[in-house]
């Protein structure tokens, strides 16, 4: 092979490396952006600010809470830390088809569940 030709192989080998490097590239950068913007909206999702008072959010979606099977009642409570405020949605029993369909936020305010069994009247004293 003559000189000239074996030059003209060198460059052409070299921008395709570089070509392919460039590919190679740009499909992990925009790996690295899809990752980060899907961690970003779920972020979003789990922090959405409280815009309303917490007994009017439990009035407007109590109705569609007792809806659901199992449910027993609702209210108002705290979380662990005892400052959170949380809406608290109490079971008949323990059951992870029930869980499900309970939403974990409502308005910015975290749900929970207690399992408390069912309620009866207490008879006369």
């Given at each position: ?41 779920d972020v979003r ?45 109490l079971l008949a ?33």
């Open positions: 092979m003559c000189p000239a030709s074996e030059a003209i192989l060198e460059k052409q080998v070299l921008v395709g490396g570089a070509s392919r490097f460039r590919r190679w590239a740009w499909l992990a950068l925009s790996l690295v952006v899809l990752l980060l913007s899907a961690c970003q909206s999702k789990e922090t959405v600010p409280v815009q309303r008072d917490i007994n009017a959010v439990l009035e407007d979606h109590q109705a569609e809470l007792m809806a659901l099977p199992g449910v027993v009642g609702v209210c108002i409570s705290l979380l662990e830390d005892q400052k959170t405020k949380c809406i608290k949605v029993r323990k059951d992870k088809a029930i869980e499900k369909r309970i939403p974990a936020m409502l308005e910015g305010y975290r749900v929970v569940t207690e399992v408390t069994g069912e309620f009866r009247p207490m008879g006369p004293r």
